[in-house]
Each structure stands twice: as structure tokens, then as C-alpha cells.
């Protein structure tokens, strides 16, 4: 198979846990970095050892010994980049949210379709070993139908980078919702089979982050900057097929909490549940509840790398990935349209958009 080089653009936070993904990938290594800050990409280089650092993104672009980018900056430029990468004839892994909106969303699949290269978001929960154990029982039919998931992320103390492009806006697009919900939303329609979502009731609420009250760890924070995004966020949201979800998130809330990602999963014949990394298998059996635990084991790949071997291996086979731009268009809908449905005080109707065919 061929080797595929990277160039990864952004080595902030997010980066490292690529480089380290990457490492465990056979067929593709990360040659060279560009970072807006020339400081940050040259200290990045030296600690992961990368030959190369960029000093523009169009360096990195044109030079033909680089075949794909990942893309790990602010999400304000995740469209452009991405749009700018593939027309430059490079494969792309795009950090999540795909986009700030449907319309940017859109403007990448168009792109995508007329290049004809993958690009594929990272929703590493896709590949994780648990998800995987528990997607394996849907497929065998033991859940029967599923009616109802239940997908959150909720933060007592959590708003990453406070004062920074994450709790702005005009850059982030919005908080937690964009941040942590569309990870949720993304991994609980997964596991529900893709349904066609067709309206949201949602409401986002900021009432600590822009009071100071429940800065994070992840990225510093600069106190004296800008906060003007939610803190929490609810919707439900209802599939054409009659089927629901319900997610919270939240980065800072008055609320006991473990911090973990969890999704319920509420079938007819039995139930699913992922929460820290653990998983557990629900149904009832003699008339009595039954459960089966599920963990993480020893001979199991890390997601991070299950997702870049996976991105690797559509690049190689011109696979569709599993996270792709469809179901990245669908997320962003269902964020644009809880945005929506907060602003109106009313149940919001989701309009998928048509990809045009390329001409
Ligand atoms: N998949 C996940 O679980 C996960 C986790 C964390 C972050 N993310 C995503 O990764 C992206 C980056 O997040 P982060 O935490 O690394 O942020 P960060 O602020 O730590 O790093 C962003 C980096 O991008 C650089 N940058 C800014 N604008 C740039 C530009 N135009 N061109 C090149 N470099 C630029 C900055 O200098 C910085 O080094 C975000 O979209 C975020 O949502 C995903």
C-alpha cells in the first residue's frame, strides 16, 4: 500500500494525541507541521521529532511529497482550510465540528465531491473498543429496536481555554453544544443507524461561563477575555422514523458530575450504556434484569488510532470513511437547528440540505 504523508496544520492541544495516533499506523507518518504560531510549530517539531515545519500553509499545500492534512485549529477555520486543502489535491482528517454552520458544511462537501478525495471528521468515538462491542450487539439485532438514546457530556468545571477562540463566537461557533454535543450527537445516531432527524426542540442557556464560574483545565484561560457562548445546552430530537434523542452537555453547571461522555441506548429488547470507557448490556431474562459488563481489554487498539488507520486505509481503498461529510452535514443541522429552536422558544424543523451532484 502506499505511504501517505501528512502535514498537520495546528499544534495546539489537539495535536499531540495525532502524533501519538499516528505513530501506531504502519502505512503513514506525519512529515510536517504548520502552525499560525511559528514558535508553537518549531517547539512542536523538536518534541515529537517531525522533519519538517512549514512557514505557510501554501508551502505546506503545494509541495507534492505531502499527500493529506489534518486539520486541528480553531473551528472558525476549519471550513476554509479544508476547502483550501482539497483543492490543493490533499486528503483531509478534519477535527470536529466539521463546521460553524450547515451552509460552511455544505461548502466542504461540495468540495469533497468535486475533488473526489476523502475527508473525514474525527469523532474518535467511533472506534472505540466498547462502542465497537456494543455496535457489534446492535448488528446481531440484541437491542431490537431502538427507540430512544439518551447521549450527553456534562461539566461541572469545564469551559477549555476560557477567553480564548474556544468561548467566542464569532470563532468557536458556540460552547459546549458545538464542542462536546456534536460528539454525542454524532456517536448516538451512529449506534441508532443513521435516522433521518427532522425536528429539534433545544434550549442553550449562559449563565456561569461569562460570570468566571467554571473555568477548566484544558487550554489555560484568560480571564480578563471574551465569554459570549452557552454553558449548557438541551434538546430532543425527533427522527422521521418516529425515534428520539435526548442530549445535555454542558461546560459549566451546578450539577454533580463524573465528566464523562455517556450515551443510553433504549431498545425493545434490551438496553446499552457507554459512560467512562465502560460499557454495560441491559435486557431481562427469566423475568429478571439482566446486565453484562463491557470493558476496555488488553489486546484492544486506542480510538485515536483505530480512527487514523481507518482514515489511512479509505485514503488507500477510496473507501467512503465512516465519519464523513453526509453525516457531518446531518450534526451540523441538528446544532443549527437547537440554536434555532433556543432563539424561537419553539420546535424547529430540520431541512437537510441536497448535495448537488458535481459537475
Ligand atoms: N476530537 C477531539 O476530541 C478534540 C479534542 C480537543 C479539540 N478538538 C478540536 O481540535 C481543534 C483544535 O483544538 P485545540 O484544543 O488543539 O486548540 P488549541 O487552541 O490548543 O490549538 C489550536 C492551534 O491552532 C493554531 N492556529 C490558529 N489559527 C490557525 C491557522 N489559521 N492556521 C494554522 N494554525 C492556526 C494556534 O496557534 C494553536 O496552536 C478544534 O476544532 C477543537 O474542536 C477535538
Request: hydrophobic share 40%.
Amino acid at each position: 500500500m502506499t505511504h501517505i504523508h501528512i502535514g498537520l496544520i495546528g499544534t495546539g492541544g489537539i495535536a499531540g494525541a495525532h502524533c501519538h495516533a499516528f505513530k501506531g499506523v504502519e502505512d503513514a507518518t506525519i512529515s510536517a507541521v504548520y502552525d499560525i504560531n511559528q514558535d508553537a510549530a518549531r517547539s512542536f517539531r523538536s518534541q515529537f521529532d517531525i522533519p519538517q515545519v512549514y512557514q505557510s500553509v501554501e508551502d505546506m499545500l503545494t509541495d507534492p511529497g505531502i499527500d493529506a492534512v489534518i486539520i486541528a485549529v480553531p473551528n472558525v477555520f476549519h471550513a476554509p482550510l479544508a476547502i483550501q486543502a482539497l483543492k490543493a489535491g490533499k486528503h483531509v482528517l478534519l477535527e470536529k465540528p466539521m463546521a460553524m454552520s450547515v451552509r460552511e458544511a455544505m461548502e466542504i462537501a461540495h468540495t469533497v465531491a468535486d475533488s473526489g478525495l476523502t475527508l473525514m471528521i474525527a469523532h474518535q468515538l467511533r472506534f472505540h473498543p466498547v462502542i465497537n462491542r456494543i455496535r457489534h450487539q446492535i448488528q446481531k439485532g440484541a437491542l431490537g429496536n431502538i427507540y430512544h438514546a439518551k447521549a450527553g457530556w456534562v461539566r461541572r468545571k469545564g469551559i477549555p481555554g476560557y477567553g480564548g477562540w474556544f468561548t467566542q463566537k464569532k470563532l468557536a461557533g458556540g460552547g459546549p453544544l458545538i464542542d462536546l454535543g456534536v460528539h454525542m450527537l454524532d456517536i448516538g445516531m451512529d449506534l441508532m443507524g443513521q435516522p433521518r432527524p427532522v425536528s429539534v426542540s433545544g434550549k442553550v442557556y449562559g449563565k456561569l461561563g461569562s460570570r468566571g464560574i467554571g473555568v477548566g483545565g484544558y487550554g489555560g484561560a484568560t480571564h480578563s477575555g471574551t465569554y459570549d457562548v452557552e454553558d449548557f445546552a438541551t434538546a430532543l430530537i425527533r427522527f422521521e422514523d418516529d425515534r428520539t434523542l435526548q442530549l445535555d452537555v454542558s461546560w459549566a453547571a451546578h450539577i454533580l458530575s463524573d465528566e464523562e461522555p455517556y450515551l443510553e441506548l433504549l431498545g425493545d429488547l434490551g438496553g446499552a450504556r457507554f459512560k467512562g470507557g465502560n460499557g454495560t448490556l441491559l435486557t431481562e431474562l427469566f423475568d429478571q434484569p439482566a446486565s453484562v459488563s463491557l470493558q476496555v481489554e488488553d489486546r484492544d487498539e486506542n480510538e485515536r488510532t483505530a480512527q487514523s488507520r481507518h482514515f489511512i486505509s479509505c485514503i488507500q481503498t477510496k473507501k467512503d470513511p465512516v465519519s464523513h461529510v453526509q453525516t457531518g452535514i446531518m450534526n451540523q443541522a441538528i446544532i443549527d437547528a437547537i440554536y434555532r429552536s433556543s432563539e424561537s422558544g419553539q420546535e424547529e424543523t430540520i431541512e437537510l440540505p441536497i448535495l448537488a451532484p458535481s459537475t
